[in-house]
T-cell receptor, first 113, second 111 residues
Framework: DGGITQSPKYLFRKEGQNVTLSCEQNLNHDAMYWYRQDPGQGLRLIYYSQIVNDFQKGDIAEGYSVSREKKESFPLTVTSAQKNPTAFYLC????????????FGPGTRLTVL | EDKVVQSPLSLVVHEGDTVTLNCSYEVTNFRSLLWYKQEKKAPTFLFMLTSSGIEKKSGRLSSILDKKELFSILNITATQTGDSAIYLCALGSSNTGKLIFGQGTTLQVKP
């Protein structure tokens, strides 16, 4: 069954802690993306990667970091520098970086206590 | 700056009604406009539009693009409670390899 998986589904973090959200895809897609979704604000791009070992900042990269060591994996770390990390995080992938149809994972809801 | 604005932001209708959701945009180099439906978790792809005036249709849903007036509409006829969701509009630009999303329209269909 091809698709995108994200884990965990729910994550609770204490202030000052770093946490890593997992995103895996078996669609053989080259491009992967991380979005943050807050109520009333749609999706905002955090980071994206067009190819293995390369990634670019999106519109709200501050306080986040990523890696792309394997084609199928694109983990996102939410660092303690992110001032307001409570949000719903969505990972997506597309065949190529200029192929617009993106397919989304089920998301991770992060809550900072 | 490339921008996408959706309206209305929220909408409540009754089953059987027809709804029209709007998406207007500003872009330097247009490549495509996409619609997604989000029912609680992952947004699911509905349509991708690249040419003006050509309607895309899937069951009770249809969408059309006007590149001259810079907007798209998503129509849902004979709405059902299962249509309740957030509908997202996204813009693809030839300048970048990323999508720009609007704020979304939250649709609630009451029985």
């Amino acid at each position: 069954d091809g698709g995108i998986t994200q884990s965990p589904k729910y994550l609770f973090r204490k202030e000052g802690q770093n946490v890593t959200l997992s995103c895996e895809q078996n669609l053989n897609h080259d491009a992967m993306y991380w979005y943050r979704q807050d109520p009333g604000q749609g999706l905002r791009l955090i980071y994206y990667s067009q190819i293995v070992n390369d990634f670019q900042k999106g519109d709200i990269a501050e306080g986040y970091s990523v890696s792309r060591e394997k084609k199928e994996s694109f983990p996102l770390t939410v660092t303690s520098a992110q001032k307001n990390p409570t949000a719903f995080y969505l990972c997506a992938s597309s065949i190529g970086s200029y192929t617009d149809t993106q397919y989304f994972g089920p998301g991770t809801r992060l809550t900072v206590l | 700056e490339d921008k996408v604005v959706q309206s209305p932001l929220s909408l409540v209708v009754h089953e059987g009604d027809t709804v029209t959701l709007n998406c207007s945009y500003e872009v330097t180099n247009f490549r495509s406009l996409l619609w997604y439906k989000q029912e609680k978790k992952a947004p699911t792809f509905l349509f991708m539009l690249t040419s003006s005036g050509i309607e895309k249709k899937s069951g009770r849903l249809s969408s059309i693009l006007d590149k001259k007036e810079l907007f798209s509409i998503l129509n849902i006829t004979a709405t059902q409670t299962g249509d309740s969701a957030i509908y997202l509009c996204a813009l693809g630009s030839s300048n970048t390899g990323k999508l720009i999303f609007g704020q979304g329209t939250t649709l609630q269909v009451k029985p």
